[in-house]
């Protein structure tokens, strides 16, 4: 099983961005997908997460910029960027929680990272 996310870059303030990432592999089943990202010198954070449902949760620094959507038969997490701010340059992380075939528990599987630089 692996995560591959894409759409990181540069971008100017007030711009949009938006990432994906791909999930496979002997995938039986996903539970909840999000992105985390983490700036220079900072703790990795959680920017957003989505259920297997639909539900939604965002960080109170992304809410009313970013939206997080997911096609469940493309095993894929989106993150719409928009209204971008310095402050949001760092590496974006997807993460999802999957249950692979022949296993009886589900694990946590991480992307390998993009980076977003948003700057004049």
């Known amino acids: 099983v692996q995560l591959q996310a894409f759409g990181g870059g540069l971008v100017q303030p007030g711009g949009f961005l938006r990432l994906s990432c791909a999930a496979s592999g002997n995938i039986f089943s996903i539970n909840d997908m999000g992105w985390y990202r983490q700036a220079p010198g900072k703790q990795r954070e959680l920017v957003a997460a989505i259920t297997s449902g639909g539900s939604t949760n965002y960080a109170d620094s992304v809410k009313g910029r970013f939206t997080i959507s997911r096609v469940n038969v493309k095993n894929t997490v989106y993150l719409q960027m928009n209204s971008l701010k310095p402050e949001d340059t760092a590496v974006y992380y997807c993460?999802?929680?999957?249950?692979?075939?022949?296993?009886?528990?589900?694990?946590?599987?991480w992307g390998q990272g993009t980076l977003v630089t948003v700057s004049s």
């Open positions: 993460n999802a929680d999957i249950r692979p075939y022949y296993s009886g528990g589900s694990y946590y599987y």
